[in-house]
């Protein structure tokens, strides 16, 4: 086993190394935008108006932002432990069915496997196996896994993008007693970034990150219209790293997250929206900095068990009802371990609906 990895962890480091001028660039260009991470949706503007450029220079450049964007490797915990870059270098692919993309998600190697269109996935709730180092990426906005989902188990260095994932909901089992469809699944895995995806309707989590998975970050996507969004736990270790901002939690009931034994749990500009059992959950001994989130008709906006840890600023609480845990212990301080930039918290309903969710920007062809 621990000979097995090595070789992956040399391979990623060296990844890392190399396209760390470009997450530089990129973070750069973020804080530009007030926010919004993508340098070319804060160009449209200006981009659209200067109808004097020459042809070279706009096909050169939109040549460099598709590729530097489907490339994209991930920020927060996910940034660290070598860094998370998927099939970044590898080969690429475009998939249009479930064969094509079964067969290269579970290739050996590097693949940055690109989802053209909506595949349907058969049987019904089948989830399709990733191994590690792979982008899973759809193009435009189109790219959707339909009634199936994708499972990580043991695996490291995964990108999920720019997908719709989901629709496995069973009407008779609203609790997914009877199937355990989840639209991602991660069994101790590391090195995971879930971002700009929409998840709907799944027969049992939305995600489920269970048994010690870590580095995994969670940007910028959609999680609604489901009883269980996105649990974290199952497991009485204390060691996951995990980064959950920008997100929409929209009409769901509980898990939004659930964050069971957390090492270090960072949420920050998340917005929920008409959540009905409880919000953010600070769940047995898990350590959890959560900062300018919005809560709107969210009932009991942030839980905390006696066990956990919860340093809590910045949050607007708009028609909330329930509880709302109060801050204890001594948390840590996420800049320590990487850099990142707040929206303000006023800002966060407009920005996340704005931009969470499939962007034609992030990888167009
Ligand atoms: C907890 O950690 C131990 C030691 O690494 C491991 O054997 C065990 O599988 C972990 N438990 C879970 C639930 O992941
Ligand atoms: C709120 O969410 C529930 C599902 O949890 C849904 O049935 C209801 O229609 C939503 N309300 C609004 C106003 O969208």
Not at 23 to 36: D, I, L, M, S, T
Not at 77 to 100: E, H, I, P, Y
Not at 246 to 270: E, G, K, M, V, W
Request: aromatic residues 8%.
């Amino acid at each position: 086993m621990l000979s097995r990895r090595l070789p992956v962890a040399a391979l990623t480091l060296v990844a890392a190394l190399i396209l760390a001028p470009l997450a530089q660039a990129q973070a750069g260009a973020w804080e530009q935008c007030g926010g919004n991470e993508w340098y070319s949706q804060c160009l449209v503007a200006s981009a659209t108006t200067t109808t004097t450029t020459t042809k070279t220079t706009s096909t050169t450049a939109s040549t460099s932002t598709n590729t530097a964007s489907c490339n994209a490797a991930a920020d927060g915990f996910a940034s660290l432990n070598g860094g998370t870059t998927g099939g970044a270098g590898g080969t690429v692919v475009t998939v249009t069915t479930q064969t094509d993309l079964a067969k290269y998600a579970a290739a050996s190697g590097k693949y940055v496997i690109k989802v053209s269109g909506k595949i349907t996935i058969s049987p019904k709730g089948t989830e399709i196996s990733v191994a590690s180092d792979k982008t899973i990426i759809g193009i435009g906005t189109t790219g959707e896994i339909y009634e199936g989902g994708l499972r990580l188990i043991g695996v490291k260095n995964v990108i999920i993008r720019n997908l719709k994932i989901g629709n496995t909901y069973v009407p008779t089992d609203y609790e997914g007693k009877t199937q355990d469809w989840d639209a991602i699944q991660m069994d101790t895995a590391s090195n995971v970034w879930i971002d700009h995806c929409l998840l709907e309707k799944a027969g049992d989590g939305l995600i489920d990150s269970r048994l010690d998975t870590t580095f995994l970050t969670v940007s910028y996507t959609i999680l609604r219209d489901h009883n269980k969004a996105f649990g974290i736990g199952w497991t009485e270790n204390v060691t996951s790293q995990i980064t959950i901002h920008h997100n929409y939690f929209l009409n769901t009931n509980q898990r939004n997250p659930s964050a069971d034994n957390i090492r270090y749990a960072h949420l920050y500009n998340n917005y929920l929206s008409n959540v009905t059992s409880y919000g953010h959950y600070a769940r047995g001994s898990t350590e959890m900095r959560m900062e300018n989130v919005y809560f709107e008709k969210v009932n009991n906006p942030v839980t905390k068990d006696s066990t956990a840890k919860l340093a809590a600023s910045g949050n607007t609480y708009s028609s909330c009802t329930g509880t709302t845990a109060s801050n204890s212990g001594t948390v840590f301080t996420p800049s320590t371990f990487y850099s990142y930039s707040l929206t303000a918290t006023a800002q966060v309903p407009s920005v996340v609906k704005a931009q969470a969710g499939p962007q034609a920007s992030i990888c167009p062809s």
